[in-house]
């Protein structure tokens, strides 16, 4: 029943982009539109749910359309339903906030017809049984998605962006048919019933890993597949920024979880080598990276990169568990990356949502224009503060949960056989706390010049705060965000159905642990308690507020505000983006990114202003990218030339192909 019910959802969102065709002429289109869409996205989400809590068993329905013989399948066991809760969550949370933020998209016709496409997509991709279905609609949320990124096609940054995501998603999407026609072998059985009983041989399935690494990994913004991901998500609309990081990015994740622990079976142990330490650079690369942005919706694409790379590091050690016969300790790490999945999906929504609600009060998302927006709009402030506190898994707030967890895991990993594995897993541990460390710097960085001092500019100083839709969504998710940080023990028991399937064993019962504790190993260990710590800060809070009014004088005391040393009271003596990342910038300036710093000072007795100029290189442009497209632009140059051929140099062209063929067909036999 469920599985129909998710089917059915499939339909209403496509008739539902059908009507906003229609609809999308009219200012008021978008209520309908995104109204309907959140009905639906509630009934797919109870439905999901439904499967999780009552551990129905796997459902199987089939349409007459697809292949011949085959027809397109559909499926729904406990890892279709976890994903489908996460899509279909996330696409409820965005269409509520969508009612609010409709209002200020400036090509909603643009918009209305392909954002409820875009869910049916993802939902599609989830329930998908057989490799033709599951490639149609992998191929048809990217497209749909490519079209919200184009929705503000005035704007050159915003064409490119869609260019270079149309031109990656096509590369995923290559891969993951060439990975479906190894699994399918001579057969042609493109049912994932038949892959599953014809297991491929060892090279097979050590090539097949590395096309879905490829081609799941370019649509979920693993470094270095990344490139498309810091561009095109910032140039959508900010419910579907919020979308392609928290939900789109998960499923990416669902289809290499699908076939490389469903699909190809017992996973070899050097599998997870290579996504270990694909993960760990990920994860730094990304916050690094996000570290030097000043656009804040551009820091938020970025920091998506590296909670990818977080999930990837659990996925790698499920992997060299499931493969040495650890099956407790693979499912500790199975269990750390979904809960990863669910906690960023939530935390990454508020931020975009925080983020959509800065760029429609002040129309601005260049944090060095912003600045004394925590007066201006409070509620957005306290919002995008839980939300920059739970990504920079700051307790006791879910981030924190799911990426101590992963370190749990990490600890477990020492007693691997491997030496790869030995020297590997604790070099990933570095990499995972210095990308913690990180990302609190940069998330400091993000609410402090956003949000804290004073205006930059005259929009940040006019702003006002945004409508009861866009706020009553981000209190929801913040909401969400303590629960699961508070109460995480009956998230990991509602996981352990999907774990037990991949890792062959599940974590002892969590909920009813004292105190709604959670002790993933054993309890002299190490054990975490969400609710003791939340405990903990309430009263050190207040007393320490009660102590300071105590003790302090009642005399009003006035004094100037520190100037950072300088006399003039002026917006510009603040701290700035750049000022406070540069002391990181200089760590890793010349190491990573090839920072150009241009200083032009005018001289002592001149009145021009000064300038500073920072350029940051991403390394995958400049190593891999760049020289591709190089070679791609003077490989054509070269065949340009073919076009102004006489017909007798054509004729003779064709005639040596021939003969060329022949002498491959000759020698192949």
Request: net charge positive.
């Amino acid at each position: 029943m469920p599985a129909f019910v998710g089917l059915w959802c499939v339909a209403a969102l496509l008739g539902i982009s059908a009507a906003g065709v229609v609809l999308s002429r009219w200012s008021w289109s978008f209520v309908p539109v995104y109204f309907a869409s959140l009905l639906v996205c509630l009934a797919g989400l109870a439905a999901a749910f439904w499967h999780l809590w009552m551990g129905l068993p796997p459902e199987t329905l089939g349409l007459q359309i697809g292949l011949p013989g085959t027809g397109a399948r559909f499926r729904l066991d406990p890892l279709a339903a976890f994903f489908l809760l996460v899509t279909n969550l996330g696409g409820a949370l965005a269409s509520l906030y969508a009612l609010g933020y409709g209002r200020h998209e400036q090509s909603q016709a643009r918009v209305l017809p392909f954002y409820p496409a875009y869910l049916a997509g993802m939902n599609l991709v989830v329930l998908a049984d057989d490799a033709f279905s599951f490639l149609v609609a992998w191929e048809f949320m990217s497209l749909s998605s490519w079209a919200l990124v184009l929705s503000n096609h005035r704007h050159p940054e915003n064409v490119r962006a869609g260019y270079v995501y149309l031109l990656m998603a096509t590369c995923g999407t290559l891969a993951l048919l060439l990975a479906f026609g190894l699994l399918a072998g001579a057969n042609g059985g493109y049912t994932f019933e038949a892959i599953r009983a014809s297991r491929p041989d060892a090279f097979a399935a050590g090539l097949v890993f590395l096309l879905v690494l490829s081609g799941a990994g370019s649509k979920a913004g693993l470094v270095p597949l990344h490139i498309w991901l810091p561009l095109a998500h910032p140039a959508a609309p900010s419910h579907v920024s919020a979308l392609m990081s928290g939900v789109m990015t998960k499923i990416a994740i669902y289809g290499f979880i699908r076939i490389v622990f469903d699909l190809l079976g017992t996973p070899v142990w050097w599998w997870s080598l290579i996504a270990l330490s694909l993960g760990g650079i990920t994860a730094v690369l990304g916050v690094l990276y996000a570290l030097m942005q000043q656009d804040l919706k551009r820091l938020l694409a970025y920091s998506t990169v590296e909670n990818v790379g977080i999930i990837f590091i659990g996925l790698g050690l499920a992997m060299a568990f499931r493969a040495n016969g650890m099956q407790l300790a693979a499912a500790l790490a199975m269990t750390a990356a979904l809960l990863h999945v669910f906690n960023h999906a939530l935390f990454k929504s508020l931020l975009f949502f925080g983020a959509g609600a800065v760029v429609s009060a002040t129309g601005e998302r260049n944090m060095e224009k912003l600045g004394g927006l925590i007066h201006r709009l409070p509620r957005t402030a306290v919002a995008f503060l839980i939300g920059c506190a739970a990504i920079s898994a700051l307790p006791p707030l879910n981030g924190f949960v799911s990426e101590w967890l992963t370190f749990q895991a990490i600890l477990i990993g020492t007693g691997l056989p491997q030496w790869g594995l030995r020297f590997m897993i604790p070099a990933v541990g570095a990499l995972l706390a210095l990308s913690a460390a990180l990302a609190a710097a940069c998330f400091v960085k993000a609410y402090g010049i956003a949000f804290l001092g004073r205006p930059r500019s005259a929009a940040a100083r006019n702003a006002s705060e945004v409508d009861g839709f866009s706020v009553s969504a981000m209190v929801i998710v913040a909401m969400l965000c303590f629960a699961a940080g508070i109460l995480p023990g009956p998230i990991v028991d509602f996981l352990q159905p999907v774990v037990q399937g991949f890792a062959g064993a599940r974590l002892p019962e969590q909920t009813f642990m004292p105190w709604a504790s959670i002790v993933p190993v054993a309890s002299s260990r190490s054990s975490y308690n969400g609710l003791l710590i939340l405990l903990f800060l309430v009263t050190a809070g207040v007393l320490t507020a009660l102590t300071v009014h105590r003790l302090a004088t009642r005399a009003t005391r006035r004094s100037d505000i520190w100037d950072c040393g300088y006399p003039d009271a002026t917006t510009a003596t603040q701290y700035s983006g750049s000022s406070f990342a540069m002391p990181i910038r200089r760590v890793f300036g010349t190491t990573v990114f090839r920072v150009h710093e241009t200083v032009d000072m005018p001289r002592p007795g001149e009145t021009r202003a000064g300038r500073f100029h920072v350029k940051v290189t991403d390394p995958a442009w400049r190593l891999f990218y760049g020289p591709i497209a190089r070679m791609a632009l003077r490989a054509s140059k070269s065949l340009n030339r073919l076009q102004f051929l006489t017909i007798r140099r054509y004729l003779t062209l064709v005639f040596a192909t021939l003969v060329l063929l022949l002498l491959v067909v000759a020698a192949w036999r």
